[in-house]
């Protein structure tokens, strides 16, 4: 939030889980997680963060061009 300048991310993101657990919640309140295996794809207008002690490893096919614009 402090490097985006703004509440909730608002760059896309399409990935795969390797390992570990993300939970995410969208600025309309929807909840979701995802594990291992697990592919995602999470509009702009979000918060995420890892569940539990394992890290949460994946992929990022898309967003970086976008992350931390404000």
Same mark, same amino acid.
């Not at 702009?44 to 949460?56: F, R, S």
């Given at each position: 939030?402090?490097i985006?300048?703004? /509440?909730?991310?608002?760059?896309?993101h399409t990935g795969?889980?390797?390992?570990?657990r *993300?939970?995410?919640? *969208? #600025? /309309?309140g $929807?909840e979701?997680?995802?594990?291992?295996? /697990?592919?995602?794809?999470?509009p702009?207008?979000? /918060?995420?963060? $890892?569940?539990?002690d394992?890290?949460?490893?994946?992929? #990022?096919?898309?967003? *970086?061009a #976008?992350?931390?614009?404000r």
């Amino acid at each position: 939030r402090p490097i985006a300048g703004a /509440d909730s991310c608002q760059a896309s993101h399409t990935g795969y889980i390797l390992s570990g657990r *993300m939970q995410v919640v *969208m #600025d /309309d309140g $929807t909840e979701g997680q995802a594990g291992p295996g /697990d592919a995602f794809v999470i509009p702009p207008g979000h /918060d995420a963060w $890892t569940v539990g002690d394992e890290p949460c490893v994946f992929l #990022d096919f898309s967003g *970086m061009a #976008d992350y931390i614009k404000r």
